[in-house]
């Protein structure tokens, strides 16, 4: 089951919120905008998505030191989460 607190390495949307204190809307707001780190899907689950708790946590201290955050190019991470073709 997917980790629904900020003592995991994957974060579901309420721990992103209580960690940050953002609303969801602000949150999906500036995922948009490329200002906070964007969700990532579960692969396999349609719907479910989870952000990296150290992307959360480096966004976090640069908001605390005035720094701006912003979101790194498309990584090997997410080559990995791609679906992969069934075998035939």
């Not at 579960?42 to 955050?69: H, L, Q, S």
């Not at 090997?76 to 791609?82: G, I, M, S, T, V």
């Amino acid at each position: 089951m997917p980790q629904s607190s900020t003592d995991g390495p994957l974060m579901r949307l309420p721990a992103v919120v209580a960690l940050t204190g953002l609303s969801k809307s602000e949150i999906y707001r500036q995922v948009s905008e490329g200002r906070f780190p964007r969700q990532h899907p579960y692969p396999g689950m349609k719907k479910a998505t989870f952000w990296i708790d150290d992307e959360v946590r480096e966004w976090r201290a640069c908001a605390v030191d005035g720094r701006e955050w912003r979101a790194p190019p498309i990584d090997e991470f997410d080559e990995l989460l791609k679906p992969t073709p069934p075998s035939r």
